[in-house]
């Protein structure tokens, strides 16, 4: 294809995205992003409960989203001091063994909180899915199958006490303290106060293969797994579960949906790349990042990365991609807790301005298309809100596999929060922080309680016959349903809460499809977390 044809061509797909602004503008200040469940005074207060959760509308069922806690940086931008190349923050990473027993894997953690070893034992699950239409095959996985952290296992680091390197972007000690610290939070959240899951836990007694009472699925990187494994810890410590391995279910690359893939997707990658080359153009013009171009001149000069005297922050040949810079801002003030003498930001890394304009830059770079684009949002994020809807779904007619769970942990990424959360109409300047967490929370009034219990105690006291699963719900979408079946879904609520800020859902916001006086809570019925992705929220195959 010629150069103006193939120039016409690319701004003809780009039309279909919607026009860029001006100008990058960032943030004054940080919104809800900035608040963490990891955090001391994370847990809502009274009043702050009584608004969230009044009287006669409970809480039956959660998916949390949970991007993995402080980690080391991926590539390393510069080279300066208070940056090393080498990072000693993982010592307690030196106590991790895996140790084998038939289909259980035992993992050794260092408790961050009694600064003792613990042995957790794992039974790995594997999800396949059988054909197009979301439906599952779940197979006891080998337990030798190592996770990856950046490019290693951290099973397989050399990782002596007396140095503790980490490997690149390995879960370091504080992140590990901050993801117990997130499971100690929701313990005191949906344990102590909202008791939707009871104070002791053991995975033979409440889980069966049928339908398990906590679910929990992590992509196949170290850190998410130990961030998950961490917040467990926390939010069940060792007197108050049982000695029963806890179920671990994961997914092949070609069925994995807790984060965008353009590998497997080719018109996701496609899409991307098209938002890219309309906003490398934008990014050179941003008189913003020429600001940043400016201050941090001196560290761009000297990074390895820069292939020109004076290189720049954008996108393209010869630029600094600005996901790069915030990456190295975010891991060293993470950090630095854990390292005070050693690990610092340089002065031009410290001004606010730059970290604001790099972090919004970086936000619409990765996020924007989720923004601009609807088949950006179906192919991205609807395979994941597909099986979130099937699960609510689930639990409301008391059958399937998640007819019983009532807490499901997701071990994800920057890349799947900040996909979601974009994809569910908010803005798109904003990275999320580590152990971040986005909430899904099926809620019931009286009635939706009144009709749980009713499904669940028929679906126990009869078999499930294939004739009764072919008139479940399941994944049908909402305008095939007749008025029978929406009618079984009245009752029910969706609320998406990112760091504990209720989201306003644009098609949620409708007459008739959110809760009298509250905008935040979407029936379920309406269909509201779905409409982000109308098209069809198919799950993506590697051949499409």
Same mark, same amino acid.
Not at 111 to 118: C, W
Not at 279 to 283: D, P
Not at 517 to 539: E, K, M, R
């Given at each position: 294809?010629?150069?103006?044809?193939?120039?016409?061509?690319?701004?003809?797909?780009?039309?279909?995205?919607?026009?860029?602004?001006?100008? %990058?503008?960032?943030?004054?200040?940080?919104?809800?992003?900035?608040?963490?469940?990891?955090?001391?005074?994370?847990?809502?207060?009274?009043?702050?409960?009584?608004?969230?959760?009044? +009287?006669?509308?409970?809480?039956?069922?959660?998916?949390?989203?949970?991007? @993995?806690? /402080?980690r080391?940086p991926?590539?390393?931008?510069?080279?300066?001091?208070?940056?090393?190349?080498?990072?000693?923050?993982?010592?307690?990473?030196?106590?991790?063994? $895996?140790? $084998?027993?038939? @289909?259980?894997?035992?993992?050794?953690?260092?408790?961050?909180?009694?600064?003792? !070893?613990?042995?957790l034992? %794992? /039974?790995?699950?594997?999800?396949?899915?059988?054909?197009?239409?979301?439906?599952?095959?779940?197979?006891?996985?080998?337990?030798?199958?190592?996770?990856?952290?950046?490019?290693?296992?951290?099973?397989?680091?050399? *990782?002596?006490? /007396?140095?503790?390197?980490?490997?690149?972007?390995?879960?370091?000690?504080?992140?590990?303290?901050?993801?117990?610290?997130?499971?100690?939070?929701?313990?005191?959240?949906?344990?102590?106060?909202?008791?939707?899951?009871?104070?002791?836990?053991?995975?033979?007694?409440?889980?069966?293969?049928?339908?398990?009472?906590?679910?929990?699925?992590?992509?196949?990187?170290?850190?998410?797994?130990?961030?998950?494994?961490?917040?467990?810890?926390?939010?069940?410590p060792?007197?108050?579960?049982?000695?029963?391995?806890?179920?671990?279910?994961?997914?092949?690359?070609?069925? /994995?949906?807790?984060?965008?893939?353009?590998?497997?997707?080719?018109?996701?990658?496609?899409?991307?790349?098209?938002?890219?080359?309309s906003?490398?153009?934008?990014?050179h013009?941003?008189? $913003?990042?020429?600001?940043?171009?400016?201050?941090?001149?001196?560290?761009?000069a000297?990074?390895?990365?820069?292939?020109?005297?004076?290189?720049?922050?954008?996108?393209? +040949?010869?630029?600094?991609?600005?996901?790069?810079?915030?990456?190295? !801002?975010?891991?060293?003030?993470? *950090?630095?807790?854990?390292?005070?003498?050693?690990?610092?930001?340089p002065?031009?890394?410290?001004? &606010?301005?730059? =970290?604001?304009? !790099?972090?919004?830059?970086?936000?619409?770079?990765?996020?924007?298309?989720?923004?601009?684009?609807?088949?950006?949002?179906?192919?991205?994020?609807?395979?994941?809100?597909?099986?979130?809807?099937? *699960?609510?779904?689930?639990?409301?007619?008391?059958?399937?596999?998640?007819?019983?769970?009532?807490?499901?942990?997701?071990?994800?990424?920057?890349?799947?929060?900040?996909?979601?959360?974009?994809?569910?109409?908010? +803005?798109?300047?904003?990275?999320?922080?580590?152990?971040?967490?986005?909430?899904?929370?099926?809620?019931?009034?009286?009635?939706? =309680?009144?009709?749980?219990?009713?499904?669940?105690?028929?679906?126990?006291?009869?078999?499930?016959?294939? #004739?009764?699963? #072919?008139r479940?719900?399941?994944?049908?979408?909402? &305008?095939?349903?007749?008025?029978s079946?929406?009618?079984?879904?009245?009752?029910?609520?969706?609320?998406? %809460?990112? *760091?504990?800020?209720?989201?306003?859902?644009? @098609?949620?916001?409708?007459?008739g499809?959110?809760?009298?006086?509250?905008?935040?809570?979407?029936?379920?019925?309406?269909?509201?977390?779905?409409?982000?992705?109308?098209?069809?929220?198919?799950?993506?195959?590697?051949?499409?």
């Open positions: 294809m010629a150069d103006g044809a193939r120039r016409r061509h690319i701004s003809a797909q780009v039309a279909q995205l919607e026009a860029l602004p001006d100008t %990058l503008v960032p943030r004054p200040s940080p919104s809800a992003a900035a608040f963490r469940f990891a955090d001391d005074d994370a847990v809502p207060s009274a009043d702050r409960l009584q608004a969230l959760y009044p +009287p006669g509308l409970d809480v039956l069922q959660v998916h949390l989203m949970i991007r @993995h806690g /402080e080391t991926l590539v390393h931008t510069f080279v300066t001091p208070g940056i090393p190349l080498q990072w000693p923050l993982c010592r307690d990473n030196h106590h991790r063994r $895996h140790h $084998h027993h038939r @289909h259980v894997q035992e993992e050794r953690l260092m408790n961050p909180a009694t600064r003792e !070893v613990e042995t034992r %794992l /039974e790995r699950w594997t999800e396949t899915p059988i054909d197009t239409s979301g439906a599952l095959q779940r197979t006891r996985a080998a337990p030798a199958a190592a996770p990856a952290a950046g490019s290693l296992p951290s099973s397989s680091v050399a *990782n002596p006490p /007396e140095d503790a390197i980490c490997a690149k972007g390995m879960l370091t000690d504080v992140g590990r303290k901050s993801a117990f610290a997130l499971g100690a939070n929701l313990r005191k959240l949906y344990i102590d106060r909202l008791a939707l899951l009871p104070p002791t836990f053991d995975n033979a007694t409440d889980t069966n293969s049928s339908s398990p009472l906590i679910y929990i699925r992590t992509t196949p990187f170290s850190r998410t797994l130990d961030t998950v494994l961490h917040a467990y810890q926390g939010l069940y060792v007197q108050t579960r049982g000695s029963s391995p806890l179920a671990l279910f994961q997914r092949p690359a070609s069925a /994995e949906n807790l984060y965008p893939s353009r590998g497997l997707c080719p018109r996701l990658g496609q899409l991307h790349q098209l938002f890219r080359t906003l490398a153009t934008w990014m013009d941003d008189p $913003h990042l020429h600001y940043v171009d400016r201050v941090l001149a001196p560290l761009l000297h990074t390895p990365q820069a292939h020109s005297p004076a290189p720049r922050v954008g996108l393209g +040949p010869g630029r600094i991609d600005p996901t790069r810079i915030m990456d190295i !801002v975010s891991t060293v003030s993470g *950090n630095q807790p854990g390292w005070v003498d050693g690990l610092f930001l002065l031009e890394l410290r001004d &606010q301005k730059v =970290q604001r304009i !790099v972090d919004a830059a970086a936000a619409k770079h990765w996020f924007g298309m989720y923004r601009a684009s609807i088949e950006a949002r179906s192919l991205g994020v609807g395979p994941l809100l597909r099986d979130i809807t099937e *699960n609510m779904v689930a639990r409301v007619e008391g059958a399937g596999f998640a007819a019983r769970m009532r807490l499901a942990l997701f071990g994800c990424h920057d890349a799947s929060i900040g996909s979601m959360t974009v994809s569910l109409g908010q +803005p798109d300047d904003e990275w999320p922080r580590f152990t971040s967490v986005l909430a899904f929370e099926l809620l019931a009034t009286k009635k939706g =309680q009144a009709m749980v219990s009713s499904s669940s105690s028929s679906s126990s006291s009869s078999s499930s016959s294939s #004739s009764s699963s #072919s479940r719900i399941g994944r049908r979408k909402m &305008q095939d349903l007749c008025a079946e929406q009618e079984a879904l009245d009752g029910y609520y969706v609320r998406v %809460l990112y *760091n504990d800020r209720p989201l306003r859902i644009p @098609h949620c916001l409708q007459e499809n959110h809760l009298n006086g509250d905008v935040h809570i979407c029936t379920l019925v309406s269909g509201a977390i779905l409409f982000v992705c109308p098209v069809g929220c198919l799950p993506h195959r590697p051949t499409d």
